[in-house]
T-cell receptor, first 109, second 114 residues
């Protein structure tokens, strides 16, 4: 099945700093999503982005489908950005959404 | 508000006592699924449903049952829970199987089996 690798596994930032999270996947996809899991365990959908670029406030994402990677940019980070960021992909038909292991982000004041 | 609603959010139960975790979506999505999240193992799919009366096994279906009698509801049933089913559970739904709009996840159910 499709493999998803995220990097870095852990990231510590000072409040106000910018960061880039990466997701590599091993096959073509028809669905790629970025999620934020907050400290209470909730999975928040950030972007649906199987290709192209999207922006939402301080967050933006780019997926280069032909090169099989996606990037999540966080600018001017805030303590509320802390949590785990997951990339999840699906490549066809009835296959499940496959999650990467996540990037654990800690933003300190 | 478009959402996936799971209940309960937290549950502590004893081994062998049947339980049901409910999941309901108000977006008229035909596709629904259940995942469990465990430390070191990530999120894994338990069961999914492409439409009413159509369900199929995911990667880790043992010990679970599901039903899809109505489009909006997709309950997860543990007939005889065991401690290895202690986990964080998520229900998800989507239109067109996740293409075009992606998946929407519920807030999660933290289950502890003692």
């Amino acid at each position: 099945g499709i493999q998803v690798e995220q990097s870095p596994p852990d990231l510590i930032l000072q409040e106000g700093a910018n960061s880039t999270l990466r997701c590599n996947f091993s096959d073509s996809v028809n669905n790629l999503q970025w999620f934020h899991q907050n400290p209470w365990g909730q999975l928040i959908n950030l972007f649906y982005i199987p290709s192209g670029t999207k922006q939402n406030g301080r967050l933006s994402a780019t997926t280069v489908a032909t090169e099989r990677y996606s990037l999540l940019y966080i600018s001017s980070s805030q303590t509320t950005d802390s949590g785990v960021y997951f990339c999840a992909v699906r490549n066809s038909g009835n296959t499940p959404l496959v999650f990467g292991k996540g990037t654990r982000l800690s933003v300190i004041a | 508000e478009a959402q996936v609603t799971q209940n309960p959010r937290y549950l502590i139960t004893v081994t062998g006592k049947k339980l049901t975790v409910t999941c309901s979506q108000n977006m008229n999505h035909e596709y629904m699924s259940w995942y469990r999240q465990d430390p070191g193992l990530g999120l894994r799919q338990i069961y999914y449903s492409m439409n009413v009366e159509v369900t199929d096994k995911g990667d880790v279906p043992e010990g679970y049952k599901v039903s899809r009698k109505e489009k909006r509801n997709f309950p997860l049933i543990l007939e005889s829970p065991s401690p290895n089913q202690t986990s964080l559970y998520f229900c998800a739904s989507s239109l067109y199987g996740g293409a075009v709009y992606g998946y929407t996840f519920g807030s999660g159910t933290r289950l502890t089996v003692v």
